[in-house]
């Protein structure tokens, strides 16, 4: 009996739908099929050998254009909507594009509220941190240590807009690049930086989580689920001065303790630096246990509910 053997673009497809995801990009069509070459016996399938590069691949790409069942997305080489019948219903989702076209950023201040529902703006910006080295001891998404096994590690693209947002693009030291996970609600990973990590990014950046006062109130709507001690390794790991300060006042008004605000308190110094908001002038309003200007509308921390 004939063998009704398996093709590339099937063997891409299936994984695909298996996944629930919408967006394939070269460097996965790659990874996607390198399994699938592992997973099936010679007899059972159509092409012969793995590919080691994305130049192996993009034929078969080409050829799933043609047949409708994938099709580029517009500005964003080597990226394609997968169009199939099968494929997740709706519209495509930003954040798995992202991953995409670079699988080493991260989901950022206000578009990470927003991903947490710490918020309730809608940013029309993307906003995304990525390594200042290349990759940062990172794989892509969705990857293991195997399938970049004699397969160079793609580079990721830090594009300007994807579809019709923008995305501003931040950049830290790999040093500093951790308070980062991979969450799948939609069965796919998407990296985002952690609660805790975005409420601290807040502090440092609060323009970019939607001003002082939203990033305050993410403070409240996130204040039954923080898990402290990760919060405070964090802060601690970043060792910058000014944020043990910022963050021992925010807990206080939350009504939160831990044991080490003690021990920052003591060590918080009145300096030029010394406000809740950096980017803000003095205020007249001054914490003297934090030695902290609270040039922010802190009213919103005692709020609840």
């Known amino acids: 009996m004939a063998i009704n053997r398996k093709t590339a673009s099937w063997a891409i497809l299936s994984q695909l739908a298996a996944q629930n995801r919408r967006i394939l990009s070269d460097w996965r069509a790659v990874v ?126 830090p594009v300007s807009h994807i579809l019709d947002r923008p995305i501003h693009w931040t950049h830290t030291d790999p040093s500093r690049y951790f308070g980062l996970q991979e969450y799948a609600p939609r069965g796919y990973p998407v990296r985002v930086t952690t609660p805790e990590r975005t409420l601290l990014d807040g502090l440092q950046r609060p323009e970019l989580c939607g001003g002082g006062e939203n990033a305050l109130r993410a403070w409240v709507r996130a204040r039954d689920l923080l898990d402290l001690d990760l919060l405070i390794s964090y802060v601690d790991r970043l060792d910058i001065a000014i944020l043990r300060q910022r963050t021992g006042f925010v807990l206080e008004e939350l009504g939160l303790s831990h044991p080490i605000l003690d021990t920052w308190r003591q060590s918080a110094r009145r300096g030029g630096s010394s406000r809740l908001v950096g980017s803000a002038p003095y205020a007249a309003t001054y914490s003297d246990h934090w030695n902290l200007s609270l040039n922010a509308p802190i009213a919103v921390l005692r709020e609840r509910g």
Do not use: C
Not at 38 to 66: C, F, K, N, T
Not at 86 to 95: F, H, K, N, P, T
């Open 32 to 157: 996607l099929l390198r399994r699938a070459t592992d997973a099936l016996p010679v007899a059972e399938r159509r092409w012969i050998h793995a590919p080691s590069e994305i130049g192996d691949v993009r034929q078969i790409l080409h050829q799933m254009a043609r047949r409708g069942e994938v099709r580029p997305l517009p500005n964003l080489h080597g990226i394609y909507e997968v169009t199939v019948p099968y494929a997740r219903a709706g519209l495509i989702a930003e954040d798995e594009i992202l991953m995409e076209v670079h699988p080493y950023a991260a989901l950022s201040h206000l578009s990470a509220l927003v991903f947490h529902d710490l918020t309730d703006e809608l940013p029309k910006t993307i906003t995304a941190v990525m390594p200042s080295t290349e990759r940062a001891d990172l794989l892509p998404p969705g990857t293991e240590t195997l399938d970049w096994e004699s397969l160079a590690l793609v580079t990721g693209k």
